[in-house]
Antibody, heavy 116, light 111 residues
C-alpha cells in the first residue's frame, strides 16, 4: 500500500526550530511534486508550500505566513520530504501533513506545538 | 493568492436526502495545460483528509458513486445523491492551479 509517514513533531518554544520529515513508501517519490499542509486545532486546512520534482526543476513555493522562516527540501535517495521550521510562533501550532501536491495521498500528520 | 469560498459552512441533511456544496474561486482555475485543478476532500472526525474528486469531476478509486463533482472556471459543486451516516465529515475544496489553497470547509451533519 502506498503511504506517507510523517515524524518529528513535538513541543518547541516560541522562536525555536524544528524539522519534520515524511517518508514515502511504495511509490516513485522522485517523480512526485510534494506539499506540506497544516491544520491548527479545530481549524481548517492551510497550504504551507510545495516542491516540484527535480525533473520539473525542483523549485519551491511557500505560503506568505511561512515564507522566510520555513524551508522545504527533499532527498530522493531516501524517499523523504523535509520541512525545516525556524523562528516558530504560537500560531504555527497544528498538525502538519505531508501530501502529494494534487492531494491524492495524505500522511497521518505530525503534531507541532509551539508554546512556552 | 486565489481565495476559495465555500457555502454553506454548515449543512444539516436527513439520511437518504441529497446534499450540495458550492465552492467559488477568486480567479479562474483553468490551467494553461487545459486542465482545471479543483479537488474535493473529505475529513472524517479524527482522521486525515482524503481526496474524493480531482480535476472537477473525476472520482478517486474507492469513492462511492453517490459523490459527484461539476463546474468550470470559478464555480464548482460537490453533490451527494443520498447522504449516508458515514458521510458525516468536513468537506473542503482545494485548488492546485495557482500554487494551492483550500476552502474554509463545510461541516455535514445528520439532521
Amino acid at each position: 500500500e502506498v503511504q506517507l509517514v510523517e515524524s518529528g513533531g513535538g513541543l518547541v518554544k516560541p522562536g525555536g526550530s524544528l524539522r519534520v520529515s515524511c517518508e514515502a513508501l511504495r511509490f516513485t517519490f522522485s517523480n512526485a511534486w510534494m506539499s506540506w499542509v497544516r491544520q491548527a486545532p479545530g481549524k481548517g486546512l492551510e497550504w504551507v508550500g510545495r516542491i516540484r520534482s527535480k525533473s520539473d526543476g525542483g523549485t519551491i513555493d511557500y505560503a506568505a505566513p511561512v515564507k522566510g522562516r520555513f524551508t522545504i527540501s527533499r532527498d530522493d535517495s531516501r524517499n523523504t520530504l523535509y520541512l525545516q521550521m525556524n523562528s516558530l510562533k504560537t500560531e504555527d501550532t497544528g498538525v502538519y501533513y505531508c501530501i502529494t501536491a494534487g492531494g491524492g495521498l495524505w500522511g497521518q500528520g505530525t503534531l507541532v506545538t509551539v508554546s512556552s | 493568492d486565489v481565495v476559495m469560498t465555500q457555502s454553506p459552512l454548515s449543512l444539516p441533511v436527513t439520511l437518504g436526502q441529497p446534499a450540495s456544496i458550492s465552492c467559488r474561486s477568486s480567479q479562474s482555475l483553468l490551467s494553461s495545460d487545459g486542465n482545471t485543478y479543483l479537488s474535493w476532500l473529505q475529513q472524517r472526525p479524527g482522521q486525515s483528509p482524503r481526496r474524493l474528486i480531482y480535476k472537477v469531476s473525476n472520482r478517486d478509486s474507492g469513492v462511492p458513486d453517490r459523490f459527484s463533482g461539476s463546474g468550470s472556471g470559478t464555480d464548482f459543486t460537490l453533490k451527494i445523491s443520498r447522504v449516508e451516516a458515514e458521510d458525516v465529515a468536513i468537506y473542503y475544496c482545494m485548488q492546485t492551479t495557482h500554487s494551492s489553497t483550500f476552502g474554509q470547509g463545510t461541516k455535514l451533519e445528520i439532521k
